[in-house]
């Protein structure tokens, strides 16, 4: 049987900062121009002023897990061998939240406030993801 692929990221015009930065193992916010606010995801319009122009900041690295699911269902068969898989809303230090996956812990380990850092993994030439992994608290 053939192995399906997963489904790749579209990089669109918004997104090519965030990729950019993620292939240098990087994790990059976009930053409103006019008041500074950081926001996930890609917005036209800043969500604190509705100011239009951004620039990106460097954020991330050492954060918390905010909240999780835990998804048993296949949403997706390329993601079959996975379940259950965690999906982690990630608090960063720098105040956004971003969504991601979780890597090296199993789902039945997963918590609340668990520290966790961003890794980077390659999907292609053009597109890295950012995942989270457990990290020693301190």
Do not use: W
């Amino acid at each position: 049987m053939p192995e399906i692929a997963k489904p790749v990221p579209a990089v669109t015009p918004q997104m090519a900062p965030f990729f950019e930065a993620a292939r240098h193992g990087e994790l990059k916010a976009p930053r409103c121009a006019a008041c500074g606010a950081l926001r996930f995801s890609v917005r036209e319009n800043c969500t604190q002023c509705f100011f239009r122009q951004h620039d990106s900041a460097r954020v991330g690295g050492r954060d918390e897990a905010l909240s999780f699911n835990m998804a048993h269902q296949v949403y997706h068969p390329a993601y079959a061998g996975e379940i259950p898989y965690v999906v982690v809303m990630i608090k960063l230090k720098e105040r956004p939240a971003i969504v991601s996956n979780r890597l090296g812990v199993k789902p039945d380990r997963m918590r609340c406030g668990m520290p966790v850092e961003v890794v980077f993994e390659k999907v292609n030439d053009q597109v890295s993801s950012s995942k989270f992994r457990p990290r020693a608290a301190g």
